[in-house]
């Protein structure tokens, strides 16, 4: 049976952000996961926060910059000291928050720029990120990401994942991995179960949503009731991140209304 992790930058949105590990707990979570939004609050809050509520947090983000517009820069030449200072703030965070993964953010550029610099900027950044990772007991996560969200996005398949990952794991480092996202996967490539079989030796984290939209996974256009046997059938025993956006996300009930295909699974 899978197990899900609750994102907490998507979900339980009617609620300020520290009191979110108790709404979702409540609905039966024992997991969450957060993107950059996790750096609104304070480490000490956040970890003090899934403390009380007994939940374990698997999963955040790298910060993203500097700059209005920045979704990461470990692939940007240039900001590798940047690149060094966020990955010293991710580890602050994770020490309280007892996270295992970090999602590092490739980051993109609007207009031209030399993808092949920026995958060797990303790995370089890695290799350097790695071991310093591993003494904090973290793994290092890539995540392709969808050119329709974030255009210009370095690592936008899941191919070019593998290739970051490789390309690390050949410099004799073993903690990082692969975050796919079936929603991502599904807009950049489709193909999705021969993808993720393909891929499973290195996926490490799983993140799903409807499509088109980041609607809840029994809305759009991806079979997730297939999916879910699918990462049973493979083995795959890890968290799934439900990173989508309830209806009227805002609104008293929003998440419980977005669980409904989740009861079967001790959700909602």
């Known amino acids: 049976m899978p197990k899900f992790a609750a994102n907490i930058g998507w979900l339980a949105q009617e609620v300020p952000m520290l009191e979110r590990f108790q709404l979702v707990r ?11 939004s996790v750096y609104d609050e304070e480490a000490s809050a ?19 910059g500097s700059g209005d517009d920045s979704y990461g820069i470990a692939g940007l030449k240039g900001r590798e ?10 580890i602050d965070y994770a020490n309280e928050l007892g996270s295992t993964y970090l999602h590092v953010l490739s980051g993109w550029q609007s207009g031209d720029w030399d993808r092949e610099e920026g995958f060797a900027t990303f790995i370089d950044n890695l290799k350097w990120a790695c071991p310093v990772l591993a003494e904090a007991g973290l ?73 088109p939209g980041r609607l809840p996974p029994d809305e759009g256009e991806i079979n ?37 295909w989740a009861t079967a699974y001790g959700l909602g």
């Open 224 to 260: 997730y009731p297939f999916v879910f046997d699918l990462c049973d059938r493979l083995g795959f025993d890890g968290w799934l991140g439900l990173e989508y956006a309830a209806h009227d996300k805002t609104q008293p009930g929003a998440t419980k209304a977005s669980l409904k």
């Open 26 to 36: 409540d609905l039966g979570f024992a997991a969450v996961e957060c993107p950059i």
């Open 139 to 211: 793994v290092a996560l890539t995540e392709p990401i969808n050119w329709h969200a974030r255009p210009g996005y370095l690592v936008g398949t899941t191919a070019e994942g593998q290739r970051v990952v490789d390309a690390v794991k050949s410099a004799g480092h073993d903690n990082i991995g692969i975050q796919y996202d079936f929603h991502n996967a599904q807009i950049m490539e489709g193909d999705l179960a021969r993808t993720f079989e393909k891929h499973l030796p290195d996926i490490r984290h799983v993140q799903i949503a409807g499509n």
């Open 46 to 64: 956040m970890g003090d926060a899934a403390k009380a509520a007994g939940v374990e947090f698997v999963l955040f983000n790298s910060p993203p």
């Open 81 to 90: 000291a940047e690149f060094q200072d966020t990955i010293g703030t991710a």
